[in-house]
């Protein structure tokens, strides 16, 4: 009776999924959810869904039965296709550990932020060392604070006046200060300023003085007289004098590169002409940028000016405008890399752990106290011979989640390990490291679960596995088969002999060349009677070549020549990419001629192949007969 009820239900199970399955091939279904995955990821937009949707279901259902056909041969327990799927998991188990959403508001933000800069000025006091002491600093930033909001105008009066640090930040953009500080002033808007905040080490006061549209990116070169240590004025109006003077040689056309080299003090960039890196708002002194922010177009020199490091004279070599498209790839990469170095990174990563937490199951032994826990990992830090499986720990429990535990030997193991490595600890508790701890132990229990957990890499593997495994038995069936089989690709040939004929074509060398200017000279060369391969073997790979006979129609001309008559040339086609081509015509042939059967031997391998293919699927859809639910397959097309 027991075994009736199991079968029956069973039996209802799978009438279930096989009213919600696209279609069925025997006894297996495949769901909506997969194949909508599958058929998203590999059609673009179509202007008739219905035939998209039905000429897809034959292409997967067709490679749902090879992988089937695979499946049973228990071809994925290979050694390399094991070892295949196991280097990919490991490839890509990264891009799923991490919080993608808030990776993702990061990004909105930051692309945001990054739309303007910020002038922005800023009061601060050291936080005192006794307390006592703290009432009176907090007192002298509200006063601060206060003065500005009665719109005082005179910060230095201000700052001497309450006995606070003042600083003109000069105009700022994201990533340029701490988040903590950046979260502030983009708050504020023009003219305001934020309320006493208190960081690690001191009390601040922000005032937003002015905001601007992006100042985007700069290529300039410098020419720099620095200032000796302690230089009095007299000093420095020499420096300026020369500086003066070599502006009217710029100015007369003198080669700015030049003069960089033999007299920019620039150690960092005399050597490349007084090139510096590309750079954008907040990256060097205010007083620095804003003289080259005046720079209108490139090639500009801008006046000797000062700065604390001397007198300096600026040419703009390239400008780019932040780019305002939310989707520029360029702006998204830089972003991304910025965002992937800066501490606010770390508020979306201890947001996954806590997700991941939550998700497994992550249950602290009650079994287990902190002293016990502690009392060892002391012991074993202190052992000349730490040998984590002596430890009256060692063999409990400590952590568990749904499908696993953590034992103390594992514990005290990580706590061994970090104390001993000096560039990592820094003198953290031991209630500290169990924090470390225990998001290590949680997110590497997830890394090995993830199928579990995250069904886009359940999908990836299952991807990736099945066209492993129908790699290889297309190899076997089809592909290799066709290859080898060389009396029935003889045959076939023999058979559908008129189906093998050249159109119009003849025998060609194609020229690939680095730009267009090389590819005239390299016609004018050829022309000029000089051998083909000597002129590509000299080339150091700027000039390549290909001969060979080619339909008329596999070949592009923009001579436009309707037939190209023997030992002619095309002009040179200029491709999208920088590159040019020109073809040499050797020999040109009329339509209908036959092709030798060496000839023909690509074309008759791929008939060979469509054949062997057509005969294994009519075998293994009368095994798994296929059956598409027309009532799922409406709800698809609605």
Partial sequence: MKKICLLLALAIGNASGYAQAVFTYGPYAVSKDE???????????????????????????????????????????????????????????????????????????????????????????????????????????????????????????????????????????????????????????????????????????????????????????????????????????????????????????????????????????YMKGGEMPEFGTGRYRPEFEREVFKLTSDNEISRPFSTAFGVHIVKRMAFAATPTDKESNSLQFELKQKLMQDTRINESKEAFARSVISQIGFKRSPLVKDAELFRDADSIARSTTPDPAKFPISNKVIITYKKGSVSGKEWLGYVREFKSNSEQYKGESNQEIWKRFETYTALEYYKKHLEEYNADFRYQMKEFREGNMLFEIMERNVWGKAAMDSTGLLQLYNAEKPKYKWAASADVIIFSCANEKLANETLQEVKAG?????????????????????????????????????????????????????????????????????????????????????????????????????????????
Avoid: C
């Fill in 35 to 269: 194949f909508m995955r599958a058929y998203n990821k590999n059609n673009s937009p179509v202007t008739n869904k219905e035939t998209s949707i039905r000429e897809y279901l034959e292409l997967y259902s067709n490679f749902k039965l090879k992988v089937k056909a695979a499946e049973e041969l228990r071809l994925d327990t290979l050694p390399q296709i094991q070892y295949d799927i196991a280097n990919f998991r490991h490839q890509v188990e990264e891009n799923y550990m991490s919080d993608e959403k808030g990776t993702a508001r990061l990004l909105e933000e930051a692309f945001y932020r990054s739309q303007k800069d910020l002038h922005v000025l800023h009061f601060s006091t050291p936080v005192p060392a006794l307390a006592a002491d703290s009432l009176l600093a907090i007192r002298r930033m509200e006063a601060v604070y206060a003065a500005l909001n009665a719109n005082e105008t005179d910060y230095k009066l201000i700052s001497e006046k309450n006995d606070v640090k003042y600083g003109d930040l000069g105009f700022l953009t994201v990533f340029s200060v701490p988040y903590e500080f950046e979260n502030i002033i983009y708050s504020l808007k023009p003219g305001q300023s934020s309320k006493v905040y208190r960081s690690k080490k001191s009390w601040h006061v922000f005032k937003l003085a002015e905001e601007r549209k992006s100042a985007g990116k700069w290529k300039v070169a410098q020419i720099l007289f620095s200032f000796p240590p302690d230089a009095g004025e007299e000093i420095r109006a020499t420096i300026l004098k020369k500086a003066d003077s070599v502006y009217k040689l710029l100015q007369n056309g003198a080669d700015f590169s030049r003069l960089a080299k033999e007299l920019s003090d620039d150690k960092l960039t």
């Fill in 530 to 638: 000089k051998y083909w391969k000597g002129l590509t073997e000299n080339s150091d790979g700027a000039i390549q070549a290909d001969s060979g006979r080619y339909e008329l129609t596999q070949i592009t001309d923009p001579s436009a020549k309707a037939t190209p008559s023997n030992n002619s040339y095309s002009s040179v086609l200029k491709n999208a990419d920088g590159t040019a081509t020109f073809v040499k015509y050797i020999t040109v042939y009329p339509p209908d001629q036959q092709r030798s059967f060496d000839e023909a031997r690509g074309l008759v391998i791929n008939d060979y192949q469509a054949i062997l293919e057509k005969k294994w699927l009519d075998e293994l859809r009368k095994r798994y007969p296929v059956k598409i639910n027309e009532t799922v397959v409406k709800q698809l097309l609605n």
